[in-house]
């Protein structure tokens, strides 16, 4: 009983020192830093990964906003949720995008908790934190002893990480719900993983670095990194040597892979301030046992910086100031000069894996239209089957893992006006809508797409284009043209693109025989039918031009505008000669034939 009274106390001991902690103990600040490198991430995938990824050429980012329990930068933040109410949790909608920036926030509250979680050292066990709190009369008890690691992939209490980002989208996906709070949550818990990534760009918190109270100083690095440094170096290239940050696909690793080569590469490169080797000793400043890298000679007579190489730049690593000629013992630490050569390099590593994490998360889908057919009986109503394939990745292995029960569309896309009419496909009584079926109404020339809007990921099949009939042309006599007999077809349109004249006329002896009307204007339209198909087979007919031709009559000359724009001036499927003449420009004496 004794002994558990006694446990009681050193652990209120040490929650009172753990609610001292200060922000600095943190990696990169949630209030505007880790918030601003997601958002670089979210850009850096969109603009470029995505470009570069087959499936994901004609996906999105920017569908619809979804709903989930969001603790965002306006909430406030809280110090631990072992006193009073240290959990704050609304439903909000918000894009994907912006779910994926206040992860950002979110990850690091309440800021207590989350100060001890959030260490990986890659090169030792425990990997978790233990600098400073083991040393605490009681700290074991308060110690989570889970490294950033396993609280971002393993079976952590951790309601925002990887492995419940997966939990969460299947089930966003399987509900006949779009609204519901499952698809926010996962995009905020891909946000918080891509938090936990950054951090490991934080030399501290790679190296088993507490830099909590009770020292007179901060670790200078993350202390003092702020927005705009994130802004000023977001464009720098990222190190090569991290090995690749794609761990999308299987035989490329997987995004676990990545955080601890990202940890390792960044704890056998950089200094903490706390980490360096103490001179003549193998212990560092934090009393920890000294790390074999990077490797520091320290010379007791020197003063200034201690230089060394990443990627093959040189770059400071510690400066020897002049205090130690005073105690007769080096003095080296890490200074802003120091931190600055460090977030060039670090910062867009930080950038790069993290967007390395949104792109081993999503889904790749392969959406098609799979057939179209006319309803019978039913004019201009089409029967439309198409499917939604899962692409095996590390993240989503099995093709029929993902059950989809929201987010189906078809879109229809008129072929003359290019509106769009889009009809939601409602899943009935719960039913998968991984293959869908539907009717819809669309007309020769229209084209139709089956699009997906997962949560503000937004895949598309391919525009399937209705066909237009084919017409069988009037079989031409072989005579010779003044004397045979001809078909000649035209197509008036007006100013509108709709038809106001559509005949056919024997030409018969130089005549329209229909008509009367001279042979000159029989040679206009059959030269006209000729240069235009001519142009139309050979490619050169392109939409939006224009061409002045002269029609003679009378005893003056009318200007008409032809173009393609609804339609070519050569109609290829019955070898029609297309008109459009604009309603201000119809001459007088036009042969009543073509009013």
Known sequence: MENNRAIKVMAALVLIFVLLIPANALAYNN??????????????????????????????????????????????????DKVGNGIISVKRSKSMEQWVIDGGFSADEPEADMAMVHFYDPVRSPHYLTDQLNDIPGGKYVNPQISAYEW??????????FLMARKYYRDALSSTDPDNINYGNAWRAVGETMHLMSDMTVPAHVRNDGHVPFRDYVDPYEYFTTVSHIDKYRSSVASSSVGPYKRTYP??????????????????????RDTIPLYGKTITANDEPAYPS?????????????????????VPMARQSLKGWIWKTPAVTVDQTICDAQREILIPVAIKSSAAVLDAFLPRFEVKIDE????????????????????????WPKQDELVIRNGAYLTVTNKTTGKSSTVPIVSKGGQALNNIEMTVEAYPGDSIQLL????????????????????????????????????????????????FSEETYL?????????????????????????????????????????????????????????????????PDDNSVILRLGSDEMPKNLPSWLK
């Open 31 to 80: 209030v505007g830093v880790h918030p601003r490198i997601n958002e670089y991430a979210f850009d850096q995938f969109e603009s470029t990964w995505m470009k570069n990824d087959q499936y994901l050429k004609q996906a999105s980012l920017d569908g619809r906003s979804v709903y989930g329990e969001a603790w965002d930068p306006s909430d406030g933040t809280t110090w631990t």
């Open 152 to 161: 971002a992939f393993g079976n952590s209490p951790y309601k925002y990480n």
């Open 251 to 272: 035989g490329q690793g997987d995004i676990q892979s990545l955080m601890h080569d990202v940890a390792y590469w960044t704890n056998t490169n950089f200094f903490s």
């Open 294 to 314: 990077p490797k520091l000679t320290i010379s007791p007579t020197f003063t200034g910086y201690y230089n060394g190489t990443v990627d093959g730049k040189t």
């Open 372 to 395: 179209v057919t006319p309803e019978p009986e039913k004019a201009n109503m089409r029967k439309v089957e198409g499917s939604i394939k899962l692409i095996p990745t590390s993240v």
């Open 452 to 499: 997906y809007d997962l949560g503000g990921y937004v895949v598309y099949s391919n525009p399937y284009r209705l066909p237009v009939p084919s017409v069988t042309p009037t079989p031409v006599p072989t005579e010779e043209p003044d004397t045979g007999s001809r078909i000649v077809h035209v197509r008036v349109y007006d100013s509108e693109g709709k038809i």
């Open 507 to 571: 030409y018969e002896d130089g005549l329209f025989v229909k008509h009367g009307l001279e042979a000159m204007y029989m040679w206009y339209y059959d030269e006209l039918a000729t240069q235009a198909k001519k142009e139309w087979d050979h490619g050169t007919l392109i939409q939006g031009t224009e061409k002045i031709l002269e029609w003679e009559g009378a005893s003056n000359i009318y200007p008409y505008r032809i173009e393609n724009n609804p339609k070519p001036r050569f109609n």
